[in-house]
């Protein structure tokens, strides 16, 4: 810029060199782009995006899946391949069109040009993971930084049924772990309910009903989770690995619990958005 200050002056030469500010300021901004969780829709995420650009200090771009809670029924193609019954079902074709809705941002993201961080909501942390090993590498995407807030990671054990069908399976297997060695891996799991075995007579039912939704999910109902997903299905290896207390699943049915992206509970994690 040295040159531009010797043969530039005046109102000119001030526009220039805020013009050049303004670029490098562009260039280096990070986007989030948020994935929304199974039976979601972009809307769901209005106060989180919000607050993730107002309230954190941080200068984001945040962009929000263009997911539809109808969009989900597009899934049920899934139920026409043999795959399915079999419990072997890969992510694609079945789970295309939500890739397509997350390469919609990742192309707006990648016309801001700066790096990318992935927050995903339940289902969106598979989705995400899907992305970086079938659609883009991170490299491509300009992925550095992969959050997850209760996510079902692992798949349950053999001898529970996979509601995936076999697509956890399929993404543990290709995509292990802390997998990308250029990405920075954040796993949250909210702790607000312990769950219990239906015959624990000392459990409430709100307790039993919660554990066996934690046993399709990860195989075992007395352990402690958000309330749909249990701690341990919400973690992957190798990545930082967080647990909140008091932390429910979802925006939605939460009454008045806190969950993920409260005001008051996003203070806890979002500097792990911009390592």
């Known amino acids: 810029h040295m040159a531009l200050a010797l043969t530039v002056r005046g109102p000119a030469r001030a526009r220039a060199r805020g013009k050049t500010q303004a670029c490098q300021a562009q260039a280096g901004k990070r986007s989030v782009i948020i994935l929304p969780g199974l039976g979601n829709s972009a809307s769901d995420y209005d ?35 043999p795959a399915y019954w079999k419990g072997t079902l890969k992510p694609r074709p079945v789970v295309d069109w939500y890739l397509d809705k997350v390469k919609e941002k990742v192309e707006i993201a990648k016309r801001d040009g700066g790096p990318v961080s992935f927050l995903a909501h339940s289902a969106g942390g598979w989705l995400g993971r899907t992305y970086l090993v079938s659609m883009e590498a991170p490299e491509i995407a300009n992925v550095d930084c992969f959050v997850s ?111 993920y992206g409260s ?3 996003i203070g806890e994690w979002y500097h792990h958005l911009d390592p």
């Open 47 to 81: 106060d989180l995006a919000e607050n993730l650009r107002s309230t954190t200090g941080l200068d984001l771009n945040v962009h929000t899946c263009d997911v539809r809670r109808i969009d989900w029924l597009r899934n049920a193609a899934g139920l026409l391949d």
């Open 149 to 259: 807030l209760g996510s079902p990671h692992m798949p349950p054990p053999k001898d529970v049924i996979d509601q995936t069908r076999g697509i956890l399976t399929w993404v543990n297997e290709t995509t292990p772990g802390a997998f990308h060695d250029s990405v920075k891996y954040t796993t949250i799991s909210g702790t607000c309910i312990q769950g219990t075995k239906f015959g624990d007579e000392d459990a409430s039912l709100e307790q039993k009903i919660t554990g066996q939704g934690y046993k399709q999910v990860g195989g075992n109902a007395d352990v402690w989770g958000d309330g749909i997903v249990p701690k341990e299905s919400a973690h992957l290896e190798g990545a930082l690995q967080i647990n909140l207390e008091g932390v429910y699943h979802s925006p939605l049915g939460q009454g008045d619990r806190k969950w």
């Open 263 to 265: 005001p008051e509970v």
